[in-house]
Nanobody, 115 residues
Framework: QVQLVESGGGLVQPGGSLRLSCAAS????????MDWYRQAPGKQRELVAT???????NYADSVKGRFTISRDNAKNMVYLQMNSLKPEDTAVYYC?????????WGQGTQVTVSS
């Protein structure tokens, strides 16, 4: 099962940007569909963005046009570039890798958008 480690979270002002990174442990990473989820206090975890092994992407309506998911298979990395951040983007962001019957999660990284 692939191991995932997120980084890049922090405190940012509204309108600012952050780039989250997720490092995967396996060279078979390139075969996985990768997702970014987030969970705000008192709310359910929600899917934010997806990138397939072929590079197709999909986004939640709430982040379309502001967030960009990408992957670097040579480095076993997936990224989430977040621009024009809003206070409602505040959450713990999780990286997820899934393929066939396997499903792996990282430990999460906190993103706080506040002035």
């Amino acid at each position: 099962q692939v191991q995932l480690v997120e980084s890049g979270g922090g405190l940012v002002q509204p309108g600012g940007s952050l780039r989250l990174s997720c490092a995967a442990s396996e060279s078979t990473f390139r075969f996985y569909t990768m997702d970014w989820y987030r969970q705000a206090p008192g709310k359910q975890r929600e899917l934010v963005a997806t990138i397939t092994s072929a590079g197709f992407t999909n986004y939640a309506d709430s982040v379309k046009g502001r967030f960009t998911i990408s992957r670097d298979n040579a480095k076993n990395m997936v990224y989430l570039q977040m621009n024009s951040l809003k206070p409602e983007d505040t959450a713990v962001y999780y990286c997820n890798a899934h393929r066939l019957s396997t499903d792996s999660w990282g430990q999460g990284t906190q993103v706080t958008v506040s002035s």
